[in-house]
């Protein structure tokens, strides 16, 4: 009703003197000074009219109204259906009638959700990246362990020789090995 009204006057206020007049009548204006007085509110006017049909168009106001009438009607038939099929079963409880915290919890959840399921995942990652560190590290320690003891062992046989070489059976052993290397030097 605005929009048709507002449409009327801005095509039909340029013609419609008098009624231009009757708006301001106490106001005592001479018929020639009115036209000019008309004129920038008749600008005034259009321009208004063709910023809000744009702002319209740009924010497609009419079709979300109809989408919310559609809504509203929708949310009014599946009230009145659950009021028919549970006559006797409590109706539910309005959203703006439920705890803040209901609230919150019910905005929270599927975040939460998202964050526990994220969350999951990543421990499961994590326990996959540990088990195999873990063998690995069992490899290293079971290497480490056969090369303890293979160095052990070189130790063994590196000390069971020098007690042969210093047992005695050697000990001359050195003294005849340089007398050789000397008459090899000098033949």
């Known amino acids: ?6 449409a ?8 419609s ?5 009757e708006c301001v009548t106490h106001f005592s204006f001479s018929q020639k000074i009115l036209p000019n007085l008309q004129a920038p509110h008749i600008n005034t006017r259009i321009k208004t009219q063709a910023q809000f049909t744009e702002i319209l168009t740009q924010r497609s106001v009419i079709p979300s109204l109809n989408a919310l009438d559609t809504l509203i009607a929708d949310a009014k038939l599946r009230k009145a259906a659950a009021e028919t099929n549970n006559a006797g079963a409590e109706v539910p409880v309005p959203p703006h009638m439920l705890p803040p915290r209901a609230l919150l919890d019910a905005h929270l959840a599927p975040f939460l959700e998202a964050q526990a399921v994220a969350l999951t995942a990543r421990l499961a990652e994590l326990r996959g990246e540990n088990g195999e560190l873990a063998r690995r ?5 079971v290497e480490m362990e056969g090369l ?3 160095i052990e062992a070189v130790v063994r046989d590196l000390e069971g020789a020098a007690g042969m070489v210093q047992g005695g059976e ?4 050195g003294v005849e090995v340089r007398a050789l290397e000397k008459e090899i030097a000098g033949v």
């Open 1 to 6: 009703m605005p929009q048709t009204q507002c």
């Open 170 to 173: 050697w000990s001359g052993l």
């Open 8 to 15: 009327y006057s801005g095509r039909h206020s340029p013609k």
């Open 137 to 141: 590290l069992e490899m290293q320690r």
């Open 17 to 21: 003197w008098k009624r231009f007049a």
């Open 148 to 150: 303890v003891a293979a």
